[in-house]
């Protein structure tokens, strides 16, 4: 029996993280449809419908970042799905931002960023804003490219030209989530519950 | 008259592929899967019924040879195929099915001829070949029964529906331009060049009709709209559009194809042709330049126009707004998937999880097009 999984995420970083994870509880695992790339606010809009299709045949997995170290990720999850949850659809949080769950692979993303792995936060779900505080770290890169493609002006919110398209390139070739899981409480958390939910 | 299946063995991409139609069916695919082949199928039909000047040889030459039209996933079998299941409107409505077969001489000349072809009407065989005729005159087997109002006379229905198919892919800058082109119109003006030739040569009364239909549907898009109108240019002779805009003056202001924009003119050519002729529209990517907020209306827009007019519609698209649609059945969308063996067609309520996921809501556009996304996701990070 293949293993298929739907996935719903907010933008293609997410989306990658999201197959990472599910190859890495269980490599047999397919993703046959990813749904999104259209911000958070689409995934709210259509955990409801996802919760409806959602079986046996149908797993489902939603990534929605809180934003916030104060949002309750059970209350944000209960408030989206607006109905009780499906056994067969998982909604995971990274606190705060799907960045936590990056920066959480220390080792790699030092090598990445070409910084020092001291550098880097080993709680990187303390930060309330995880996406500025990567951008921070690849500021501090000794590489041009980094610095200008990747970080940006971090006077801006808006990152570097190329910062999706190396994200994903880092997610794809040299992000674990072995490692990471080690480092991020809420992607510890994660993993488990993946987990179930591929053998249910 | 309305195509209810199609078959294709060895066209081009597809090694062999057998699919429902329905009245509006969309096609969708990654790059370079088929889909313009796969329309391409139903305008070579046309292009061997065509009265002036088709015919078999010239739809094979046209393509480039049969070798060009040959799957390159077909090893052993050398024929290509074709078959259409078509049934006709009315009361009592008739079952046809045309069926083809083309094949090329191994030696010699190597010329193209037809090596099956056969008409059934409501089950009962109306013509099969090669017949006894064939057999003692192979020369006979270079043109189809078809293309020959002579032979085609117990099913000449059939004929001029495919005949009447009809392709666009309109490309704004043709018409625009069209003083300075002075070029060559490409038969069956699959480029909407001579779009304000054929507008020019309908009756007056039908033209106006259409042109009210057309501003009206086309006033949802572009609220300054206020008419469409047909003219003759005084000097030239030539005929063009002219819209009548609101505007801060206080007569309207009037403007000529040559001033629309991009979007406009395809919006105008993809209405003229909903409201014109009743055989098979077939649209290449009407999305393209279109606004995103007009592109999603466009579903409805074929569904309204079909009331009137019941003409089947295929449309190819990339477009996840066009798709966006809640209205969108799971049938009406076929994905066309690419693999070593060629590429298979598949109708979304044949995927049980995709119709699934629609029946709680979700869109086409949503949950089948990121699979005709490409899969290696690096492939533009250089």
């Known amino acids: ?200 | 008259m309305k195509i209810s299946r199609v078959a294709l063995k060895n066209w081009r991409n597809f090694k062999s592929v057998d699919v429902q139609l329905q009245d509006r069916q969309f096609i969708i695919g990654p790059n370079a899967s088929g889909k313009s082949n796969f329309l391409d199928a139903f305008r070579f039909l046309r292009d061997i019924a065509r009265p002036d000047g088709g015919g078999v040889q010239k739809a094979v030459a046209d393509r480039g040879g049969l070798s060009k039209l040959r799957c390159l996933s077909a090893r052993t079998d050398p024929e290509v195929r074709l078959v259409l299941e078509l049934r006709s409107e009315g009361d009592s409505p008739d079952q046809w099915v045309y069926e083809i077969g083309i094949r090329q001489q191994p030696r010699g000349r190597r010329e193209v001829y037809v090596s099956h072809e056969s008409v059934t009407k409501n089950g009962d065989q109306l013509m099969l070949r090669p017949n006894e005729e064939d057999s003692e005159d192979d020369v006979r087997l270079t043109q189809s029964f078809l293309e020959q109002v002579n032979e085609n006379r117990s099913f000449r229905e059939l004929a001029t529906f495919l005949e009447g198919v009809t392709y666009l892919h309109l490309v704004p800058q043709l018409l625009r331009y069209s003083d300075e082109f002075q070029g060559r119109v490409l038969e069956a003006d699959p480029f909407g060049q001579s779009l304000l030739e054929r507008i020019a040569k309908t009756p007056k009364k039908t033209q106006k009709a259409r042109l009210r239909r057309i501003a009206q549907a086309l006033k949802s898009a572009l609220p300054q709209l206020r008419e469409l109108q047909f003219e003759k240019d005084e000097v030239t002779g030539r005929p063009h559009l002219a819209a009548l805009y609101d505007h801060w003056r206080p007569n309207a202001a009037r403007q000529r194809e040559d001033q629309f924009s991009d979007g406009t003119l395809r919006l105008i050519g993809l209405l003229w042709s909903l409201t014109e002729g009743d055989s098979l529209l077939l649209l290449e990517e009407p999305e393209l330049s279109l606004n995103a907020a007009i592109v999603g209306r466009m579903a409805p827009l074929i569904y309204r126009m079909q009331k009137s007019r019941k003409r089947q519609v295929v449309v190819s698209t990339h477009s996840v707004d066009l798709l966006r649609d809640p209205g969108v059945r799971p049938n009406e969308v076929l994905l066309l998937e690419p693999s070593k063996e060629g590429t298979s067609v598949t109708p979304l309520s044949e995927m049980q999880d995709i119709r699934r996921l629609m029946d709680a809501g979700m869109t086409a556009g949503e949950v089948a097009l990121p699979r005709t996304a490409p899969k290696q996701l690096q492939l533009f990070s250089f």
């Not at chain 1, 298929?4 to 994870?21: G, N, Q, R, Y």
């Not at chain 1, 794809?172 to 987990?195: D, F, M, T, V, Y």
């Open chain 1, 1 to 200: 029996m293949p293993k298929h999984f739907t996935i719903l995420t907010e933008d293609l970083p997410s989306e990658l993280v999201a197959i990472k994870l599910l190859k890495f509880v269980d490599p047999e695992v397919e993703v046959v449809n990813a749904i999104g790339r259209q911000g958070e606010g689409y995934v709210r809009s259509r955990l409801p419908n996802l919760n409806r299709a959602a079986n046996q045949h149908l797993k489902v997995v939603a990534l929605l970042d809180t934003d916030s170290l104060r949002a309750c990720p059970e209350d944000l999850i209960a408030d989206a799905l607006g109905a009780p949850r499906n056994p067969f659809l998982s909604v995971r949080c990274p606190v705060t931002e799907i960045e936590s769950w990056i920066m959480a692979d220390a080792e790699a993303l030092a090598t990445f960023l070409q910084i020092r792995e001291a550098a880097i936060s080993d709680r990187p779900d303390e930060f309330e804003d995880a996406k500025i505080e990567l951008r921070r770290l690849a500021n501090s890169s000794p590489s041009v490219r980094i610095r200008s493609d990747f970080a940006g002006d971090l006077g801006v919110a808006r990152p570097g030209p190329l910062y999706n398209p190396m994200l994903e390139e880092f997610l794809l070739n040299q992000w674990r989530p072995g490692h990471a899981e080690r480092r991020s409480p809420s992607l510890a958390r994660a993993i488990p519950a993946l987990r179930a939910l591929v053998q249910a």
